[in-house]
């Protein structure tokens, strides 16, 4: 099993930056960030594809997220500029699985998390 470990996590006022980051164990072909609030459901964020390199992200979060990687650190970086209250969740890493990126069921392992909390 992978193992996928985040840091970076934080507490920040409104219109602030953190940046996160994810190492995984092995390779992977895709690592991507979720989010999830209290009484939320689980959130796409942003995904990188190692092979192609191509990104993509979130609605709520484009133009203000960038998410970048570090191949010969099996590292996964996200950027997280302009925060907002509402960006407030825990936040999770995730790599591997099969199918759409958007549905977090389909990612196979999953990091611990880590606390984004966002004040106004």
């Known amino acids: 099993q992978v193992q996928l470990r985040e840091s970076g996590g934080g507490s920040v006022q409104a219109g602030g930056s953190l940046n996160l980051s994810c190492t995984a164990s092995?390779?992977?072909?895709?690592m991507a960030w979720y989010r999830q609030a209290p009484g939320k459901e689980r959130e796409g964020v942003a995904v990188v594809y190692r092979d192609t390199g191509n990104t993509y992200y979130g609605d709520s979060v484009k133009g203000r997220f960038t998410i970048s990687r570090d191949d010969a650190k099996n590292t996964v970086y996200l950027q997280m500029n302009s925060l907002k209250p509402e960006d407030s969740a825990i936040y999770y890493c995730a790599s591997g699985g099969a199918g759409t990126w958007t549905n977090w069921r389909y990612m196979g392992d999953w990091g611990q998390g880590t606390q984004v909390t966002v004040s106004s």
């Open positions: 092995e390779y992977q072909r895709r």
